[in-house]
């Protein structure tokens, strides 16, 4: 039986890693594997339906908060609509900046109760109101 198996193991490892195959096999790690020893990086993500992305509630540009949503329609590539997460009654009073009354709220009373808030035509950016990439670590 191990016999049968060896193969299969070997095999196995020979396929590509997960990121390659997503693109098409043409991704290259981190690392020094250029001829000059500059670090290779892989292609910017494209924004489809069912990726998760952060919305900005609020914060400073140096430790903005931010809260996980789900592409739910892409328009284009900086143009989404979003199921974004909510933070209970701690995003309740959300404003966008310069805008203190309830008709400019970032998240409605709704929203909270559910805990996701549904929003359209949300532009890529680091402003609050808008959607960027999570970093990778």
């Known amino acids: 039986m191990t016999q049968l198996l060896l193969p ?4 196995a490892n020979l396929l590509p890693v997960p990121e390659e195959r997503e693109l098409g096999g043409s991704a290259k790690r981190d690392g020094p594997d250029d001829a000059g020893g500059a670090k290779v990086q892989p292609p910017p993500p494209v924004v489809t339906e069912g990726r998760i992305v ?3 509630v609020g914060g400073t540009e140096v430790e903005p908060e931010l809260r996980p949503a789900i592409v739910v329609k892409a328009w284009n590539p900086t143009s989404v609509n979003l199921q974004v ?8 009073l959300r404003h966008y900046p310069g805008e203190k009354d309830s008709d400019h709220r970032i998240f409605s009373s709704s929203s909270i109760e559910r805990g996701m808030a549904w929003k359209t035509s949300v532009v ?7 959607w960027r990439w999570p970093t990778r670590g």
Request: no cysteine; hydrophobic share 40%.
């Open 54 to 56: 952060l919305f900005r």
């Open 124 to 130: 890529q950016g680091t402003g609050i109101g808008q």
């Open 8 to 11: 299969l193991v070997f095999a």
């Open 85 to 92: 997460f909510v933070d209970g009654t701690n995003d309740r």
